[in-house]
Nanobody, 121 residues
Protein backbone atom coordinates (compact mmCIF):
# COMPACT_ATOMS: atom_id res chain seq x y z
CA UNK A 1 0.00 0.00 0.00
CA UNK A 2 1.29 3.43 -0.91
CA UNK A 3 -0.24 6.85 -0.47
CA UNK A 4 1.43 10.01 -1.75
CA UNK A 5 0.11 13.45 -0.92
CA UNK A 6 0.74 16.61 -2.89
CA UNK A 7 -0.68 20.05 -3.54
CA UNK A 8 0.03 21.86 -0.30
CA UNK A 9 1.34 25.39 -0.15
CA UNK A 10 1.03 28.80 1.44
CA UNK A 11 -2.04 30.94 0.92
CA UNK A 12 -3.74 33.86 2.56
CA UNK A 13 -6.99 33.67 4.46
CA UNK A 14 -9.83 33.07 2.06
CA UNK A 15 -7.65 31.34 -0.49
CA UNK A 16 -8.00 27.87 -1.97
CA UNK A 17 -5.86 24.80 -2.46
CA UNK A 18 -6.47 21.37 -3.92
CA UNK A 19 -4.68 18.46 -2.32
CA UNK A 20 -4.10 15.21 -4.16
CA UNK A 21 -3.63 11.71 -2.81
CA UNK A 22 -2.21 9.14 -5.21
CA UNK A 23 -2.94 5.63 -3.96
CA UNK A 24 -1.75 2.21 -4.99
CA UNK A 25 -1.53 -1.34 -3.71
CA UNK A 26 -5.18 -1.86 -2.86
CA UNK A 27 -8.61 -1.82 -4.45
CA UNK A 28 -10.20 1.48 -3.54
CA UNK A 29 -13.71 0.12 -4.06
CA UNK A 30 -13.17 -2.18 -1.07
CA UNK A 31 -12.02 0.55 1.31
CA UNK A 32 -12.18 4.24 2.00
CA UNK A 33 -9.69 7.05 2.01
CA UNK A 34 -9.49 9.84 4.53
CA UNK A 35 -7.67 13.11 4.84
CA UNK A 36 -6.20 13.90 8.26
CA UNK A 37 -4.33 16.96 9.36
CA UNK A 38 -1.94 17.72 12.17
CA UNK A 39 -1.35 21.22 13.41
CA UNK A 40 1.79 22.06 15.41
CA UNK A 41 1.45 20.79 18.95
CA UNK A 42 -1.87 19.08 18.27
CA UNK A 43 -3.00 15.56 17.60
CA UNK A 44 -3.75 14.34 14.11
CA UNK A 45 -7.44 14.76 13.32
CA UNK A 46 -9.68 13.49 10.56
CA UNK A 47 -10.82 16.17 8.14
CA UNK A 48 -12.83 14.22 5.60
CA UNK A 49 -13.28 10.75 4.14
CA UNK A 50 -14.78 9.11 1.13
CA UNK A 51 -16.04 5.57 0.71
CA UNK A 52 -14.69 3.67 -2.24
CA UNK A 53 -17.74 1.42 -2.45
CA UNK A 54 -20.52 3.99 -2.70
CA UNK A 55 -18.87 7.42 -2.73
CA UNK A 56 -20.31 8.43 0.64
CA UNK A 57 -18.46 11.31 2.20
CA UNK A 58 -18.04 12.82 5.63
CA UNK A 59 -16.55 16.06 6.89
CA UNK A 60 -15.40 17.44 10.19
CA UNK A 61 -17.65 20.22 11.44
CA UNK A 62 -14.79 22.68 11.16
CA UNK A 63 -14.50 22.22 7.37
CA UNK A 64 -18.10 21.43 6.43
CA UNK A 65 -19.18 23.66 3.56
CA UNK A 66 -15.62 24.73 2.72
CA UNK A 67 -13.86 21.48 1.80
CA UNK A 68 -14.91 18.90 -0.78
CA UNK A 69 -13.47 15.41 -1.10
CA UNK A 70 -13.67 13.54 -4.38
CA UNK A 71 -12.12 10.60 -6.16
CA UNK A 72 -11.07 9.68 -9.67
CA UNK A 73 -10.85 5.91 -9.75
CA UNK A 74 -9.47 5.94 -13.30
CA UNK A 75 -6.41 7.79 -12.04
CA UNK A 76 -6.19 6.23 -8.57
CA UNK A 77 -6.52 9.66 -7.04
CA UNK A 78 -8.45 11.25 -4.19
CA UNK A 79 -8.66 15.01 -3.95
CA UNK A 80 -9.45 17.52 -1.24
CA UNK A 81 -10.62 20.87 -2.56
CA UNK A 82 -10.17 23.45 0.19
CA UNK A 83 -11.88 26.81 -0.16
CA UNK A 84 -12.25 29.79 2.17
CA UNK A 85 -9.14 28.71 4.01
CA UNK A 86 -8.54 29.97 7.53
CA UNK A 87 -5.36 30.18 9.61
CA UNK A 88 -6.67 27.33 11.76
CA UNK A 89 -6.54 25.08 8.69
CA UNK A 90 -2.75 25.26 8.84
CA UNK A 91 -1.03 21.92 9.31
CA UNK A 92 0.40 18.89 7.61
CA UNK A 93 -2.25 17.03 5.67
CA UNK A 94 -2.07 13.26 5.26
CA UNK A 95 -4.18 10.72 3.46
CA UNK A 96 -4.74 7.21 4.67
CA UNK A 97 -6.94 4.24 3.86
CA UNK A 98 -9.21 2.09 5.93
CA UNK A 99 -12.47 0.24 6.32
CA UNK A 100 -15.67 2.18 5.74
CA UNK A 101 -19.00 0.47 6.21
CA UNK A 102 -22.40 1.07 7.76
CA UNK A 103 -21.14 -0.34 11.07
CA UNK A 104 -17.48 0.55 11.11
CA UNK A 105 -15.04 3.26 10.15
CA UNK A 106 -11.46 2.26 10.95
CA UNK A 107 -8.37 3.90 9.56
CA UNK A 108 -5.19 1.91 9.09
CA UNK A 109 -1.87 3.14 10.39
CA UNK A 110 -0.56 3.72 6.88
CA UNK A 111 0.55 7.23 6.07
CA UNK A 112 2.27 9.13 3.34
CA UNK A 113 4.81 11.86 3.91
CA UNK A 114 2.14 14.53 4.17
CA UNK A 115 1.86 17.91 2.51
CA UNK A 116 2.16 21.22 4.34
CA UNK A 117 -0.67 23.73 4.21
CA UNK A 118 -0.02 27.18 5.63
CA UNK A 119 -2.74 29.82 5.79
CA UNK A 120 -1.67 33.29 6.80
CA UNK A 121 -3.95 36.02 8.10
Amino acid sequence: VQLVESGGGSVQTGGSLRLSCAYSGFTFEEYGIAWFRQAPGKEREVVSWISGSDGATSYANSVQGRFTISSDNTKNMVYLQMNSLKPEDTGVYYCTMGIVSSVEVTWFDTWGQGTQVTVSS
